[in-house]
């Protein structure tokens, strides 16, 4: 079946110094204590369904995949927060065991939506990496209003084989990250029907996007990622209710504008894999009637310690209460460099600039010039002063911890417990607050209705620890082969045997 999936990045500080987690620890094992079914490589499958494994610097966890269907982005992002909740709780055991303090630094979250054409029907036109350049075109301005921060820098489209992914910051609001999952998988499903991905049908379409903006090269891997410095100003700093931004058919538009036409357009494509929650509260970030974390003075401060600061069940403070931001702040200084977001945009300004200035062209005269000027001469030249080019950092160290907003009266307006619809009566506003866990307005969402996917099933399943029946034997679950593969061994004789999910799914009943 078609499917979804999402990973998250986590840079890793022990003691409030930032660590390689395969260099200290070697294996993900060495900080949880209970064995868990093992995958590829050095990856481990926990008991929530997902995985956990070290990449290049950082701990990721990463979602089963998840089958499209209504729901379904939701049940993706709250199976993603399961992952990140019980690594979490893991490293806090460890810690007390220890006697050392471990902190995770969001870093990214990838969304990755299965490609199903195979490639004996794709051509020149239409293929999984012309899909990949027309969605870095079409996905940054809504994704970076829903998504990102006043810190991120870029939205980038990957092309996968089997699968687009879609690269951006990690959203520390479940809530915000559900209406991202929403809008990203909408779109890309819908774009995925289209006859041909070549970039002249912006044109011809109602899909605005900023005039003369050309994705680059991804940082990593294949594809393209549209970085601030590609704008003229950047847009994560800019604000996102003014019209400045010119679009391909010459209207000024707001960024704020543009999103919202943009998911409008693909509507009925986000409606069929949502719920009525994450639709309402995409749609209210998009008109204005819910903030987007653009509208913030700086990068919450959640960023910082994910699984303490935000977590499933939980709304993050800089939406929820801003009184209690101050307490946070104070307890920022005592443990936290701080850069003002003030100097984070003139780095950015510096960055734009080097960027600028590596990528022009050398006209020939002033190559002629300088070779010129280079010969030596009887007389010494003045001595010239040496202009200091900004340092570009490593990748992954260059986020710096946030700066939270002033303090603002607390007559915030929550629209995920407000009914938007028409003619809801305060009864049944009534009636619907009581029915929420704890009475309160701000819930990431509301899943004491939302399901498991048969694929969720299929992975709880494999990591319960029960025996599968085929016949007259029992097999036990030793391993995982990639997503839609497990290894099983029968109990008589120690053979193994690999079954798919989809088998799997169809043998639910047989577990012991």
């Known amino acids: 079946?078609?499917?979804?999936?999402?990973?998250?990045?986590?840079?890793?500080?022990?003691?409030?110094?930032?660590?390689?987690?395969?260099?200290?620890?070697?294996?993900?094992?060495?900080?949880?204590?209970?064995?868990?079914?093992?995958?590829?490589?050095?990856?481990?499958?926990?008991?929530?369904?997902?995985?956990?494994?070290?990449?290049?610097?950082?701990?990721?966890?990463?979602?089963?995949?998840?089958?499209?269907?209504?729901?379904?982005?939701?049940?993706?992002?709250?199976?993603?927060?399961?992952?990140?909740?019980?690594?979490?709780?893991?490293l806090t055991q460890w810690e007390k065991a220890n006697d050392h303090t471990v902190r995770l630094k969001a870093y990214s979250t990838h969304y990755n939506i299965s490609y199903e054409i195979p490639k004996r029907e794709q051509n020149a036109k239409r293929n999984e990496k012309a899909l990949a350049l027309l969605l870095a075109y079409i996905l940054p301005v809504p994704v970076m209003l829903v998504a990102s921060n006043r810190r991120s820098t870029g939205v980038g489209v990957r092309p996968r084989?089997?699968?687009?992914?879609?690269?951006?910051?990690?959203?520390?609001?479940?809530?915000?990250?559900?209406?991202?999952?929403?809008?990203?998988?909408?779109?890309?499903?819908?774009?995925?029907?289209?006859?041909?991905?070549?970039?002249s049908v912006l044109d011809q379409l109602p899909i605005p996007v900023v005039d003369g903006v050309v994705p680059g090269k991804h940082t990593t891997r294949k594809g393209w990622l549209t970085k601030d410095f590609h704008y003229a100003q950047s847009p994560y700093t800019s604000d996102i209710n003014a019209p400045i931004w010119k679009t391909q058919f010459g209207e000024m538009m707001s960024l704020r504008t543009m999103a919202a036409r943009v998911a409008w357009y693909f509507r009925r494509s986000i409606r069929k894999y949502s719920d009525p929650f994450s639709m309402r509260l995409l749609f209210a970030i998009l008109s204005g009637r819910a903030p987007s974390l653009l509208e913030l003075s700086d990068r919450p401060a959640a960023y910082e310690d994910v699984g303490h600061l935000c977590r499933w069940g939980s709304v993050i403070h800089e939406l929820k209460n801003r009184e209690i931001e101050l307490d946070i702040t104070r307890a920022a200084n005592e443990i936290w460099d701080h850069q003002s977001i003030d100097a984070y945009i003139v780095d950015r300004g510096n960055a734009r600039a080097m960027h600028l200035t590596e990528s022009a062209p050398i006209p020939a005269k002033l190559r002629k010039n300088a070779v010129v000027a280079a010969q030596p001469e009887r007389a010494a030249p003045a001595p010239r002063q040496r202009i200091a080019r900004p340092r570009v950092p490593a990748?992954?160290?260059?986020?710096?911890?946030?700066?939270?907003?002033?303090?603002?009266?607390?007559?915030?307006?929550?629209?995920?417990?407000?009914?938007?619809?028409?003619?809801?009566?305060?009864?049944?506003?009534?009636?619907?607050?009581?029915?929420?866990?704890?009475?309160?307005?701000?819930?990431?969402?509301?899943?004491?209705?939302?399901?498991?996917?048969?694929?969720?099933?299929?992975?709880?399943?494999?990591?319960?620890?029960?025996?599968?029946?085929?016949?007259?034997?029992?097999?036990?679950?030793?391993?995982?082969?990639?997503?839609?593969?497990?290894?099983?061994?029968?109990?008589?004789?120690?053979?193994?045997?690999?079954?798919?999910?989809?088998?799997?799914?169809?043998?639910?009943?047989?577990?012991?």
């Open 1 to 90: 079946m078609p499917v979804i999936g999402m990973e998250s990045e986590f840079n890793v500080l022990l003691d409030e110094k930032e660590i390689d987690p395969r260099v200290f620890w070697g294996h993900p094992s060495a900080f949880i204590d209970r064995p868990l079914l093992p995958r590829e490589k050095s990856s481990l499958q926990l008991p929530t369904g997902g995985a956990v494994y070290f990449d290049r610097g950082v701990i990721e966890v990463v979602t089963p995949v998840i089958e499209l269907a209504p729901h379904s982005t939701a049940r993706t992002v709250r199976n993603l927060w399961e992952q990140i909740g019980f690594v979490r709780g893991q």
């Open 161 to 199: 084989g089997s699968r687009i992914e879609v690269t951006v910051d990690f959203t520390p609001d479940p809530g915000m990250m559900i209406a991202a999952a929403t809008l990203i998988v909408g779109i890309v499903r819908e774009v995925m029907t289209w006859p041909s991905y070549e970039l």
């Open 395 to 512: 990748r992954r160290r260059k986020d710096t911890p946030a700066k939270l907003m002033p303090q603002r009266p607390s007559d915030y307006l929550d629209r995920r417990g407000t009914s938007l619809l028409r003619g809801t009566t305060p009864d049944r506003e009534r009636r619907r607050t009581n029915e929420r866990r704890n009475g309160s307005y701000n819930i990431p969402f509301p899943d004491r209705r939302l399901t498991r996917s048969a694929y969720e099933q299929v992975f709880l399943q494999l990591v319960s620890g029960r025996k599968l029946r085929m016949g007259s034997e029992l097999y036990c679950p030793i391993g995982m082969k990639g997503w839609y593969h497990a290894i099983f061994r029968r109990e008589s004789d120690g053979a193994e045997r690999l079954l798919t999910i989809d088998q799997l799914l169809r043998k639910m009943n047989d577990w012991q």
